[in-house]
């Protein structure tokens, strides 16, 4: 039984059209649960507990990711071979599972397979993502990853995290987005458009935010029968 972990409600509608709560699980196909945590180690690591619970027999984090390699566009695949915790404990995945699955998706979509740090908090700068690749040599970050990876290896349980680019290592996330934000993963358009119209500048920031998410978005669709097909336990 494959239980799949996301985090934010728009990486729930890359898998599908029913509504879960955030805290909450739901069976999407007879042998697939998917839980929806809300951001946060905290939230991401009891969502996998939940699912554990229910029987999952393997885990897959799946969402977005922030890039802090150049060469990721908006849009990319990422399916690593390690997890890094922000401790810097490192969390192999599933070899055979990756291997089967890498093979899937490289005939329909490039794919990376670099290391994916764990980050405390959205890295909201260039700078902040330099910082954070220089020290970890890591290509892309996350926020939840590294606690699906914990609480499937307490659990010897397979695991993978297969992420899609959102925020490229240049975007510079607006401070208006972060304030809009809610710790479900929710947007409050209304506060967003107030913060924005007090300041205008950071108009073209969201615009090319929200191309970028939306390149993501297709990704996640794009990739998520392959996904499921190839993650069959």
């Excluded at 926020?143 to 990876?149: I, P, Q, V």
């Excluded at 007090?198 to 996904?227: C, H, M």
Aim: charge should be positive.
């Amino acid at each position: 039984m494959l239980g799949i972990v996301v985090s934010l409600p728009w990486e729930l509608k890359s898998l599908t059209r029913q509504a879960i709560p955030a805290g909450t699980w739901k069976a999407i196909t007879e042998d697939t649960l998917v839980a929806l945590s809300g951001i946060g180690a905290e939230r991401a690591y009891a969502a996998g507990s939940i699912l554990i619970s229910q029987g999952a027999t393997a885990l897959l984090s799946w969402g977005y990711a922030a890039a802090l390699d150049d060469r990721l566009k908006a849009g990319c695949l990422l399916l690593p071979e390690r997890i890094v915790s922000a401790n810097g404990a490192i969390h192999p995945v599933s070899a055979e599972w990756h291997r089967r699955l890498y093979q899937a998706l490289e005939t329909k979509h490039p794919v990376r397979t670099d290391a994916l740090v764990e980050s405390d908090a959205i890295v909201k700068t260039p700078a902040e993502k330099r910082a954070l690749a220089e020290r970890t040599q890591a290509a892309a970050t996350d926020m939840e990853s590294a606690a699906h990876a914990r609480v499937a290896q307490e659990h010897r349980l397979p695991f993978l995290a297969l992420r899609a680019i959102i925020d490229t290592a240049s975007t510079d996330i607006p401070a208006n987005v972060l304030k809009a934000l809610d710790s479900q993963g929710r947007i409050n358009i209304w506060k967003l458009f107030i913060s924005v119209y007090l300041t205008p500048a950071d108009w073209i920031k969201i615009v090319l935010l929200g191309i970028q998410f939306y390149a993501a978005q297709r990704t996640l669709r794009n990739t998520k029968e392959l996904a499921l097909d190839s993650s069959r336990f």
